[in-house]
């Protein structure tokens, strides 16, 4: 099946710094991609829609300027997470939506916040 | 309450067993999926479904548009099939997706 990989697969930062999260999709274009947020024995949330070459939709109660998202080409889409704090420690997963409506997900990235 | 309910919330099954894990949801969908999350995080989509039944190896789901009920079976369940399922639906043709709170599989030998 199609491939979407993450990097990093993990990363340990201090607070105030930023991150940058890539997600590609290795043998498919994607129009759409998501980015979701998992927290321990939780479900899924999904932070924004990205769309190619066009500003992304944010859900509700997700800063956009804390997490900034673009998407500059039909293989890639970028989550940053400025100024992160421990609460922004997460697992942040993409996944990416081929032209069947199938999605296929990242491996997710752990964001660990000193 | 969530737009997507899945039962059981856990389940343990002898290796061998058969599996039946169920997914109710409440809104109009254009697609409902079932993921798979393994403990290391990533997540495999397993099926998207829009009508009738599909099969992949030991796998087997079925959806009732008209019942907003989903299921997903595993025939002769192992200890690899040890995840976190997850069944999800889209709303709309978008993508966008409302997730279940998983169940949690034990399989053991």
């Known amino acids: 099946g199609a491939v979407v990989s993450q990097h990093p697969s993990r990363v340990i930062c201090k607070s105030g710094t930023s991150v940058k999260i890539e997600c590609r999709s290795l043998?498919?274009?994607?129009?759409?991609m998501f980015w979701y947020r998992q927290f321990p024995k939780q479900s899924l949330m999904l932070m924004a829609t990205?769309?190619?070459?066009?500003?992304?939709?944010?859900e509700q109660g997700v800063e956009k300027d804390k997490f900034l998202i673009n998407h500059a080409s039909l293989t890639l889409s970028t989550l940053t997470v400025t100024s992160a704090h421990p609460e922004d420690s997460s697992f942040y997963i993409c996944?990416?939506?081929?032209?069947?409506?199938?999605?296929?997900f990242g491996p997710g990235t752990r964001l660990t916040v000193l | 309450k969530n737009e997507v309910e899945q039962s059981p919330q856990n389940l343990t099954a002898q290796e061998g067993e058969f599996i039946t894990i169920n997914c109710s949801y409440s809104?109009?969908?254009?697609?409902l999926h079932w993921l798979q999350q393994h403990p290391g995080g990533g997540i495999v989509s397993l099926f998207m479904?829009?009508?009738g039944k599909k099969k992949h190896g030991r796998l087997i789901a079925t959806i009732n548009i008209q019942e907003k009920h989903s299921s997903l079976h595993i025939t002769a369940s192992h200890p690899r099939d040890s995840a976190v399922y997850i069944c999800a639906v889209s709303p709309d043709s978008w993508g966008k997706l409302q997730f279940g709170a998983g169940t949690q599989v034990v399989v053991t030998p």
């Open positions: 990205s769309n190619e070459g066009s500003k992304a939709t944010y």
């Open positions: 809104v109009g969908i254009s697609a």
């Open positions: 996944s990416a939506r081929d032209q069947g409506g199938e999605q296929f």
């Open positions: 043998d498919f274009q994607a129009t759409t």
């Open positions: 479904l829009s009508s």
